[in-house]
């Protein structure tokens, strides 16, 4: 584990009020001189607090701030330059002069993956506050890599797990995270960290949707959802189970893990390989 800086890039809407929201993540650790930025790349999130948002002007603004950092982090290993603070660098990139832009005050963490960092960072400081329509169409990965990935890595499963893809009559449906004992064994990351009960509930009629096509294959599947932040109202509870896991049709097994249960149903799962080899 190795201590890394980073900072917090900002759109401060009105100096005055100074209203801000988080736009992006720079990442610093000087020992081996890794530097890398992540900035959003739509704004319609920020556009539903400010109405008067120049948008295009902002990611254009962003990408080149990110452009810049690539160049130095380019300089800190080819030119043999060195830094000991990443607001030398942001300084630099973007003074301080009252801009719309600015880098928040110097901060710290712990990490042995920088790359992992950065997106877990900008995952938890930028993209989190999207609403619910504008969050990243790959969240569910997020989910896997908040939660569940540590008890696979743990129990040496992670390894094991192969990507197996269905063909439906109008798709080809690839869960990434499967291994075969009779049956295949497909294991999806879902996350129902959402604000609204009908994003909720769209989210599981898609995927109902897609379990029905899976079926229309007739291949013999069980399938498991490893979800993270389930709502705590009953009803959506009981929807979500009742959809997504009473099917009538008996060639697919639909299974709800949830967070409290992750590191139980690895050992029973690496058990269950072991005993299959």
Avoid at 171 to 190: H, M, S
Avoid at 194 to 215: C, F, H, P, T
Avoid at 243 to 266: C, G, H, Y
Wanted: neutral net charge; glycine residues 4%.
């Amino acid at each position: 584990m190795k201590k890394f800086q980073y900072q917090i890039i900002r759109y401060v809407h009105d100096q005055v009020t100074s209203e801000f929201v988080n736009v992006g993540i720079v990442v610093y650790q000087p020992d081996i001189k890794f530097l890398q930025c992540k900035v959003i790349t739509r704004f319609g999130r920020i556009s539903n607090f400010f109405n008067d948002l120049n948008g295009q002007y902002l990611l254009s603004t962003l990408k080149q701030i990110e452009k810049e950092v690539c160049r130095t982090s380019k300089q800190l290993t080819e030119l043999f330059f060195d830094c000991s603070s990443l607001e030398e660098i942001t300084n630099s990139i973007l003074p301080k002069d009252n801009s719309a832009l600015e880098f928040s005050e110097l901060r710290f963490g712990i990490d042995i993956d920088f790359k992992s960092a950065v997106s877990d960072l900008f995952n938890n400081m930028v993209d989190k506050y999207s609403t619910d329509f504008e969050k990243d169409p790959h969240d569910d990965l997020f989910a896997w890599r908040r939660v569940y990935k540590q008890y696979f890595d743990k129990y040496g499963i992670t390894g094991k797990l192969k990507s197996h893809t269905v063909k439906t009559e109008n798709d080809d449906i690839e869960f990434t995270r499967a291994w075969k004992n009779g049956v295949w064994n497909c294991y999806q990351p879902l996350s129902f960290d959402l604000k609204r009960k009908d994003s909720i509930k769209n989210k599981v009629y898609k995927w109902s949707g897609i379990i029905n096509a899976i079926e229309q294959s007739n291949q013999q599947m069980h399938l498991y959802f490893l979800t993270v932040n389930g709502t705590k109202d009953f009803h959506v509870k009981s929807f979500i189970e009742q959809t997504l896991t009473q099917r009538p049709n008996k060639s697919i097994t639909v299974t709800l893990v949830n967070e409290q249960q992750a590191d139980s149903f690895v050992a029973n799962l690496k058990q269950e390989i072991e005993s299959h080899v």
